[in-house]
Nanobody, 116 residues
């Protein structure tokens, strides 16, 4: 079973920074990679997305504070979170489109907690 490995979450003070990582098997091609988050009491929402051409999109709530990127090998996606706010607290999920199977992979979720 193909798995995504997430890392980098934890507890951070408001105004601080965190960097999330998500690694996938190198044997597949990932046309798009994304980070979603689940905030308590709300539906899962898209945070940021990056294509294989490195085109990026962001939710309005994180624009200017978060940066999504992917490594040269194209199998790891990062989310640099700067100037975090308590409202960023939630579970962050990595998502990848798999070209070979035309399906999506999801990470197990990683907790991010921002204290005020």
């Amino acid at each position: 079973q193909v798995q995504l490995v997430e890392s980098g979450g934890g507890l951070v003070e408001a105004g601080g920074s965190l960097r999330l990582s998500c690694a996938a098997p190198r044997r597949f091609t990932y046309p798009a990679m994304a980070w979603y988050r689940q905030i308590p009491g709300k539906e899962r929402e898209l945070v940021a997305r990056i294509t294989i051409a490195r085109t990026t999109t962001y939710s309005d709530s994180v624009k200017g504070r978060f940066t999504i990127s992917r490594d040269k090998a194209m199998n790891t996606v990062f989310l640099q979170m700067n100037n975090v706010e308590p409202e960023d607290t939630g579970i962050y999920y990595c998502n990848m489109q798999v070209r070979e199977s035309n399906s999506d992979l999801w990470g197990q979720g990683i907790q991010v907690t921002v204290s005020s």
